[in-house]
């Protein structure tokens, strides 16, 4: 049997890690945290995965994720020990100049994606076993390594249905149940026996080890596998510093220099001295190489001017398509196929479309793990009201630094009869908050589809929004579009006012330049495209040229959405006249059009207030 570093089965570390990483992790943030899970970080890096040590990102690698993040010291102490690490590296941590932070990041080669905030780590590695299992077709396993504390959240437990539904035999979680959370003990405590229950109740098989036990680890990890496996390891936290062993009031706690050395020198007369080195087993190299550069649609968009069809069907029908050209462009979504439309996706590539039933959270992080590594091209769709329960997993996605496309379907009041509990009127809102996230908002089947292919090409968290009605086609097929390129779609030398809508909005304004061309009276009308980015200088250029007057209109709430980015873009601007139009209340069920003139955004009061600015502006002189 092979194990970490040095054997010594009488003492109840059973592993010497070298006195420098020891005395680190003692030292650093969470040592306790640390402390409970030195033997299972040993036994995973050091018997049981197999990766190249000098390739973190080879395609080969087993996969590993700490979910429990706060424990970064003994990953990175791990990768000191590896050879990977400087010393010198591991002693800066937390600097504002290290790329060791204090939870993991992708900032380092070995990790994936980001985890801190507790829950989400499983959910990933779902993705990233997925991937292998029905993707990649490879050899390569996945470990997730999760504290007890997290077991409250509830994506841990989405994660566990999906892995236990898909039969994700090649993903291994390890529950470090160390029975003492941040500021209470963890509810079921040592109750190792509960916890195999509730498992084995989401289709896993659970084993029960002593987590300090290398042994035990090495048997249990090393068993054949046919379905997902959790190893529950009973541990403790704090194990070996005896004044914060099994206590409360330790979390997080950094050891005095005086503390540390002494429970250094109480590990060291008790761990058998050996020259003798341990190295991780080389992966089988059977992952097929992918190309994720430049994934374009085989054609251009073949819709006619005026034709009728929804945005969130020309979804669908663009994914599909663009699943043609490209067979690691995947699709997912959570039982909203047939109304979001990724349904033709389905029909068409069903070998690459992962239902995930009513889960948004765990979506977005399956999403996530699907796309590490650049595997894939991930299309993951739902209602865009029902991102809001999953706006954790989407900033930590963007601090993962990944490239996962979502599209929110069933936008704003459009939704009409389903009433507000389904009208995403904070979406935009949410996305414009995270910090790598690029907001599509196409008015057509032809910007949708070019949305679409943008998307699949863009760095970052790409969000497409799109609405149920149908809408009328107003670009040709041959229009070119551009991240961050406004296109203004009714213009001439007569404007007196500029009007920017976008989706069932931007509909709005065409219809109320029609009417007020009847009264001689102007606008003109500006599509974004983007509202993240915004071309600003493509509108500031029109609102000049219209002496400073501009509308706003949006099926979003006041807060966050189109106006508020205008807002931002245009504030310099002097002499401006800026009305805002959106939904200012909580709405209510009925018929679309209602709705509209109810809260101020249809045709009829774009032309009102565009009638008063002018009005005002003519007795202002």
């Given amino acids: 049997m092979t194990s970490w570093l040095w054997f010594s089965k009488n003492d109840w570390l059973n592993i010497k890690l070298p006195l420098l990483y020891l005395f680190f992790f003692l030292i650093a943030r969470h040592p306790t945290s640390c402390c409970s899970v030195a033997e299972i970080m040993s036994v995973l890096f050091f018997h049981t995965m197999k990766y190249r040590p000098d390739d973190p990102k080879n395609p080969n690698n087993d996969r590993f994720i700490l979910s429990k993040g706060h424990a970064a010291p003994v990953l990175y102490s791990v990768w000191v020990e590896i050879g990977f690490l400087k010393e010198s590296e591991l ?14 990041t992708p900032k380092q080669q070995f990790v994936d994606v980001a985890t801190g905030s507790l829950g989400q780590g499983l959910g990933m590695a779902c993705g990233m ?3 292998a299992k029905y993707f990649d077709k490879s050899s390569y396993h996945v470990y997730c390594l999760l504290g007890d504390g997290e077991m409250s959240e509830g994506a841990v437990w989405e994660a566990m249905a999906f892995a236990s539904y898909y039969q994700l035999d090649n993903l291994l979680a390890i529950l470090d149940i160390n029975r003492l959370g941040q500021s209470d003990p963890a509810p079921l405590q040592h109750h190792v026996e509960k916890y195999q229950r509730r498992c084995e109740a989401f289709g896993w098989h659970a084993i029960i080890v002593d987590g300090h036990s290398v042994e035990e680890l090495c048997k249990a990890m090393s068993q054949q596998r046919h379905q997902p496996t959790a190893i529950i390891a009973k541990t403790i936290k704090g194990k070996g510093i005896p004044v914060a062993e099994d206590k409360m009031g330790w979390h997080g706690k950094v050891l005095s220099k005086d503390m540390a050395e002494s429970v250094m020198r109480d590990l060291q007369s008790r761990i058998l001295n050996s020259n003798k080195r341990m190295y991780p087993a080389s992966p089988i190299e059977d992952t097929p190489p992918v190309s994720l550069r430049n994934v374009r649609m085989p054609s251009a968009p ?5 034709e009728k069809i929804a945005t969130c069907k020309a979804y669908g029908m663009a994914v599909a398509k663009l699943g043609r050209y490209n067979e690691r462009v995947v699709a997912m979504d959570v039982d909203t196929k047939n109304v979001t439309h990724s349904e033709i996706f389905k029909n068409e ?10 889960a948004e959270q765990n979506m977005v ?3 996530t793990g699907c796309a590490a590594r650049d595997r894939n091209v991930v299309f993951a769709s739902g209602l865009a009201t029902f991102f809001t329960r999953a706006y954790d997993q989407l900033r930590m996605a963007a601090i993962s630094d990944s490239n996962i496309n979502l599209c929110g379907s069933h936008c704003g009041l459009s939704v009409g009869e389903d009433g507000p509990a389904h009208m995403g009127l904070e979406d935009m809102a949410i996305f414009r908050a995270i910090p790598t996230a690029t907001i599509f908002y196409p008015s057509d089947a032809v910007s949708t589809e070019k949305a679409v292919e943008l998307a699949a090409n863009t760095k970052g968290v790409c969000y497409i929004r ?5 809408t009328a086609i107003i670009y040709n097929s041959n229009e070119d579009f551009h991240v961050g390129q406004a296109k203004v779609v009714c213009q001439s030398k007569e404007d007196q ?5 976008a989706g069932m909005t931007l509909h709005e304004a065409l219809a109320a330049a029609e009417q007020l061309k009847k009264e001689r009276i102007y606008i003109r009308v500006i599509d974004p495209f983007t509202i ?3 071309d600003a200088k493509t509108i500031i250029d029109h609102v000049r040229a219209t002496r400073g007057r501009v509308v706003t209109v949006e099926d979003h709430y006041y807060e966050g959405g189109l106006g508020e980015a205008v807002c931002s873009a245009i504030v310099n601007e002097p002499s401006l006249t800026f009305q805002r139009l959106a939904v200012v209340h909580v709405p209510r069920s009925g018929k679309m059009s209602d709705l509209l003139k109810i809260y101020g955004i249809d045709r009829d009061s774009i032309a009102q207030v565009v009638r008063k600015m002018l009005s005002s502006s003519a007795n202002a002189k």
């Avoid at 073949?302 to 005026?306: C, E, I, R, S, V």
């Fill in 91 to 104: 002693m800066s941590m937390c600097q504002v100049d290290s790329t060791l932070e204090g939870h993991p």
């Fill in 129 to 131: 076993a997925y991937t």
């Fill in 302 to 306: 073949n819709y006619k001017t005026g």
């Fill in 349 to 358: 590539h069903p070998n690459r479309f992962i239902e995930c039933y009513s």
């Fill in 365 to 367: 992080s399956v999403a």
């Fill in 466 to 470: 799109t609405i149920r009605p149908e």
């Fill in 497 to 501: 006012v500029t009007v920017i809508g």
């Fill in 532 to 534: 993240k980015p915004l």
